[in-house]
């Protein structure tokens, strides 16, 4: 008898059962094959924009992909660097293995979790529909009130390549079909997405030399601040791109493309289209960039960047070699389309709780959403949930003024998905507030009284925390202007004296000047202090906004609300809120298509009816 | 009560019953219009009866006998509309004001709204709006894309965009506001002390409406009187005369609110002997007063002779007023927006302008999202779906 298990050991499901574990839940996490726990089953890089957020928000919980991405890290790159640190991206490239090994090292040191081999056929519930575990393939029973499924594309996952159809989850693995079946007879409302992997190439086979190369970062930075040193030897990669010999080859295969014949049903992500969709959708660009990412130190496939494609395997030798460098080049594995079952994340709550069946909960791709910080975001809310649920303990409830993870889960939760779902830093409206350098400061709070925090984390919270406070008074040091005058600083007349942090307002004020005791690059919660600082005009109007929003998520609707009662609401609207079922005014204002004049009518009826 | 359900959207003769005493009401012209395409997005029939009281009664009684049934209530079908989403908030104002419009000019900008001339108007400002959020966000979520630098270039075109469009608002706050259009066209009477101001409005009104006297500065206040000639609405306005010096304070206020009014005017009649010295964008209408009086006789060329005596003049003045007046009627196509849609706009230019000073394209951004949002509350409807939907559909987004 476990209190918590996990369904499937990708990025969502390890979080899922690390969190659990964190909080003192008995784990059990089941996996088709224990060695393939933490794999990359696409791109080898972690992080990006509006995802490397997610992966510090996940690390102030003291969650493992960050501190994995930077033990595989084999190339940095910090995305946007000219601009402001809201929007700058880290991102990693890393080593496939050291990775994945990476993830099961930090699993295996976490007491209270067990990895159990085989495959989950089915969901045991009670009469009542609650959940009380798992019945594997072999027939036995894993029992557990709390159950977290992170099944990825291997939810009722079929492989397209050209002409070919394959049913499973990534290429030469098995589906869950059985339990995808036993999904759909339950009700829930489940459709098909889709999504794509490239070809992997033979490195020894690419002409290195005449490609331009793209390096690593050279300052040291990371993922986690619990790292501090680079491990691995930085690889640099190579950019080649496609040309019109390129796209007459597709053109010539189109026909033959599951995703042109119309056999793939499911909606791909607008994001990262196949490279057959960008020529159809593109035609007029002469050429598209192909980032050639080496997939690790002891291997050598490289994984190219930006040709994610189903084409029939003739047609992807035909493209991948008409590019440059890669004349003579050889495919070790062909790319290909899957398309797998996804819930309607409407169906869900913040919680990423399935009510309908008391006990279920759901992260990743089964959600409809892509990547793997989208789906260690969702895995760690999940599992801490889960956890919650077991021990009776306070659940991770996170809202869009806190964190990414908060706009992501009420995105899924209330807005649904029509694509599969990435995080981009326009859908979070508090942005200026969200960075990715103050994710600690944000969360670290709440994840400390949750009981998330490992205890080698909690020590850097606390010297984290230090650093903050000694850093206040140096904030709150009043300065005259002609202090700075004399500086030859110039700065207003006006005999105002302003603390330090009201000075960094002044575009005409340097921080160098104002800090020079400090070290500011090397100190990044220094770095942190000052946008905030810089920010803090933005961040006062949109305290007004969050407060707004906060207030309108304080009024309740009731669940079972029958909306076709409320008088002028149209049908489609009716469809919307029905199938949300929000749990507050603010919610249902997010849902597309609900205006100001339907809102006032459901607040009317909500009050008339008391 | 019709018996047969007539074919949608087609005038039918039908006779009516009584649905309970089997009883004939009238025979009369039955329209059935099917939802979702009728005006309120739900199913609608008319009854096109005949006008005599007892029949109008004996159906309406007849009708709310009928499980379900009730009288609307004021506006209720407006709000049907808007709230099924037929018609945006903008359309739903303009319904309003036509109701409530007291003038042709107030009449043509009301017609425009509630056919969604406003929406039509804010939509391509919006979708520009869109286009400039959608460059600076795929700059921001999206500069690692090679597709993007090379559309976005040097990243500045979005400066330009806020400031042309930000322009463009200005303009269209330029002109008068819906509920100055009700108001009428404000016609001010002015020139120096005892030139016949409060004489001629009098004869303009034909009614006594201000003191006169051959006491200089006799009017102290400003007296404001409502015309409706010919469908087009004024307020004629007499003001204190225009004294170069006085040392009756109530005198000096009385000439400081003729100023005022002179500012507000769309068109000043002058009466003074002197050509006006009035900074003003009003047109101005030159004067010959009391041209009945024998050393008076000649007029100058530019001046436009009347007599508040014997009524001389009057006619041709209107007629001068009037072609003024058809000046401010704004064309078929043009938009005037309410104090509440003017707001908006406002507070919409100030953030692009901003947009267009801000250095940190993350400030940009957010000066953009907040435009967005205003944009939003004019007509009603709101998404940042929209904007991504601009970003994927121009750049070619993925790897």
């Known amino acids: 008898m476990f209190d918590v298990i996990v369904v499937g050991g990708g990025h969502a499901g390890t979080e899922a059962a690390a969190v659990a574990a964190r909080r003192g839940a008995s784990v059990a996490l089941i996996t088709f094959d224990a060695a393939k726990v933490g794999a990359m089953s696409c791109n080898p890089a972690i992080g990006g924009l509006g995802k490397g957020h997610l992966v510090r928000e996940v690390d102030a919980f003291d969650g493992l992909i960050a501190r994995a991405a930077d033990a595989a890290a084999i190339h940095y790159r910090m995305l946007n660097r000219s601009k402001g640190s809201a929007v700058q991206g880290p991102r990693i490239q890393a080593d496939r293995t050291l990775y994945a090994s990476a993830i099961q090292q930090m699993l295996d040191r976490l007491p209270g979790l067990t990895i159990v081999e085989g495959e989950a056929d089915s969901l045991i519930l009670k009469d009542d529909g609650s959940i009380a575990g798992i019945r594997l393939g072999d027939g036995s029973a894993v029992r557990a009130p709390a159950v977290v499924l992170a099944t990825g594309t291997f939810l009722g996952g079929r492989l397209f390549r050209g002409e070919d159809r394959e049913t499973g989850g990534r290429v030469g693995e098995r589906a869950a079909s059985r339990l995808a079946e036993q999904l759909r007879s339950l009700d829930l409302p489940m459709a098909r997405l889709k999504t794509g992997t490239p070809p992997r190439l033979d490195g020894r086979t690419i002409d290195w030399a005449v490609l331009s190369e793209q390096p690593s970062d050279s300052d040291f930075w990371a993922m986690s601040p619990m790292t501090t040193i680079r491990r691995n030897p930085q690889i640099f990669c190579a950019i080649t791109r496609t040309n019109p010999g390129t796209h007459d080859a597709i053109r010539r295969g189109l026909d033959r493309s599951p995703l042109f014949s119309g056999d793939i049903g499911g909606q791909g992500p607008r994001y990262c289209p196949s490279i057959e969709d960008k020529i159809h959708r593109f035609g007029d660009r002469d050429g598209h960039q192909v980032f050639l990412e080496p997939e690790g130190l002891d291997t050598h496939l490289v994984y190219p960047n930006g040709i994610s494609t189903s084409l029939p395997v003739d047609v992807q030798h035909e493209m991948v070699r008409s590019m440059k460098g890669l004349e003579h080049c050889a495919i070790i594995t062909s790319g290909y389309a899957v398309e797998y079952d996804y819930i309607d994340p409407r169906s869900l709550d913040h919680r990423l709780a399935l009510p309908q069946l008391p006990g279920l909960y759901c992260a990743g791709q089964i959600n409809g959403t892509t990547g793997y910080e989208e789906a260690a975001g969702q895995g760690l809310i999940a599992g801490a949930n889960a956890a919650a649920f077991a021990l009776d303990i306070e659940p991770l409830l996170l809202d869009r003024a806190t964190s990414y993870l908060g706009v992501m889960v009420d995105d899924l939760v209330v807005q649904g998905v029509t694509e599969p779902y990435r995080m981009l830093t326009a859908r979070a409206e508090y942005r200026l507030r969200l960075r990715a350098n103050n994710a600690h400061h944000r969360l670290s709070d709440i994840a400390e009284r949750l009981g998330c925090l490992g205890q080698e984390r909690q020590q850097w919270v606390n010297l984290y925390r230090r650093e903050r406070a000694r850093l206040d008074s140096v904030f709150d040091r009043k300065i005259a202007p002609n202090t700075l005058r004399v500086e030859g600083l110039s700065v207003p007349e006006d005999g105002i004296v302003r603390s330090v942090a009201e000075w960094l307002r002044f575009p005409a004020v340097p921080a160098e000047f104002l800090f020079s005791d400090e070290n500011i690059a090397s100190n990044p919660v220094l770095q942190e202090r000052i946008e905030d600082a810089r920010y803090a005009p933005y961040l006062e109007r949109q305290a007004q906004e969050v407060s707004q929003m906060q207030a309108n998520d304080a009024i309740s609707l009731n669940g079972g609300l029958d909306y076709r009662t409320i008088p002028g609401l149209s049908a489609e609207m009716v469809e919307r809120l029905s199938a949300t079922r929000p749990a507050t005014l603010g919610q249902a204002s997010r849902i597309r298509g609900i205006t100001p004049a339907a809102l006032s009518a459901i607040l009317l009826y909500v009050k008339r009816a008391g | 009560m019709a018996r047969a359900l007539p074919q949608p959207r087609r005038a039918s003769l039908r006779r009516l019953y009584d649905p309970q005493s089997g009883e004939e009401l009238d025979q009369a012209l039955v329209l059935w219009f099917p939802g979702p395409a009728s005006a309120t997005g739900e199913d609608l029939a008319e009854l096109h009866l005949h006008g005599g009281r007892a029949v109008v009664a004996a159906i309406e009684t007849a009708l709310g006998n009928v499980k379900g ?45 509630s056919e969604g001339g406003i929406r039509k108007k804010v939509e391509q400002w919006n979708d520009r709006l869109l286009n400039v959020s959608a460059s600076v966000e795929a700059e921001l979520d999206h500069s690692d894309e090679e597709d993007v630098a090379a559309v976005i270039g040097s990243g500045l075109s979005y400066r330009r965009d806020c400031i042309a469009l930000a322009e463009e608002l200005e303009r269209a706050l330029a002109s008068p506001s819906v509920e100055r259009l009700n108001e009428g066209i404000r016609i001010v009477l002015a020139g120096p002390p005892n030139s016949g101001k409060s004489s001629l409005i009098n004869a303009m009104t034909g009614r006594d409406v201000a003191i006169v006297s051959a006491i200089a500065g006799t009017t102290r206040d400003r007296i404001e009187m409502a015309v409706t000639r010919r469908g087009y609405s004024y307020i004629l306005t ?82 001068k007023i009037e072609e003024l007046a058809s000046r401010h009627i704004p064309a078929e196509s043009a938009v005037f927006f309410n104090e509440r849609q003017r707001r908006l706009i406002t507070e919409w230019k100030n953030r692009l302008e901003a947009a267009a000073q801000e250095e940190d394209l993350l400030l940009v951004g957010e000066q953009l999202r907040l435009a967005r949002s205003l944009c939003d509350q004019i007509t009603g409807r709101a998404g940042v779906e929209a904007m991504l939907g601009d970003i994927f559909a121009r750049f070619c987004i993925g790897k």
């Open chain 2, 69 to 113: 049934l009730r009288p609307a209530t004021a506006g209720e079908f407006t709000q049907r509309a808007l709230m099924n989403g037929r018609i945006d908030l903008t359309q739903a104002e303009g319904l309003g004001e036509l109701l409530s419009a007291e003038t042709e000019a107030a009449r043509r900008a009301a017609v425009h709204a």
């Open chain 2, 238 to 319: 007499d003001t204190a005369g225009l004294a170069t010096k006085t040392d009756d304070p109530i005198e000096a206020i009385g000439i400081e609110r003729a100023r005022q009014a002179l500012d507000a005017a769309d068109a000043i009649l002058w009466l003074g002997d002197e050509n006006p010295d009035i900074a003003s964008d009003a047109s101005i209408i030159l004067i010959h007063a009391r041209c009945d009086e024998p050393e008076r006789d000649a007029t100058p060329d530019d001046r436009t002779p009347v007599s508040s005596k014997t009524g001389a003049g009057l006619s041709v003045l209107w007629e």
